[in-house]
Nanobody, 121 residues
Framework: VQLQASGGGLMQAGGSLRLSCAAS????????MGWFRQAPGKEREFVAG???????SSADSVKGRFTISRDNAENTVYLQMNNLKPEDTAIYYC????????????????WGQGTQVTVSS
């Protein structure tokens, strides 16, 4: 499975961005998908996940601001990010695995290359 993340950029605090992750797999609909992020000097952390059936989970730090969704017809998973904060600045990665709702990076088998999100105050 190849994953291609896009949509990152520079945004002012309070703004919105939508990240996309396009997958190559014909069996995309059977994968759980996750978004993670990694800020400089910090460990990669779970942001949001979506199961193959559409169930979702998100980190407390982004609840109410970020929404994960998927379009199986387009083999794409999205991360809508609203009310961005400077602490959201990081490289964002999408990942595919069996479950998609777990927060452990080891439970994901495939990773995209990452897209940079920078939020200025």
């Amino acid at each position: 499975v190849q994953l291609q993340a896009s949509g990152g950029g520079l945004m002012q605090a309070g703004g919105s961005l939508r990240l996309s992750c396009a997958a190559s797999a014909r069996t995309f609909s059977s994968y759980g998908m996750g978004w993670f992020r990694q800020a400089p000097g910090k460990e990669r952390e779970f942001v949001a996940g979506i199961s193959w059936s559409g169930g979702t989970s998100s980190a407390d730090s982004v609840k109410g601001r970020f929404t994960i969704s998927r379009d199986n017809a387009e083999n794409t998973v999205y991360l809508q990010m609203n009310n961005l904060k400077p602490e959201d600045t990081a490289i964002y990665y999408c990942a595919a695995g069996i479950y998609g709702l777990v927060r452990d990076t080891l439970m994901y088998d495939y990773w995209g290359q990452g897209t940079q999100v920078t939020v200025s105050s």
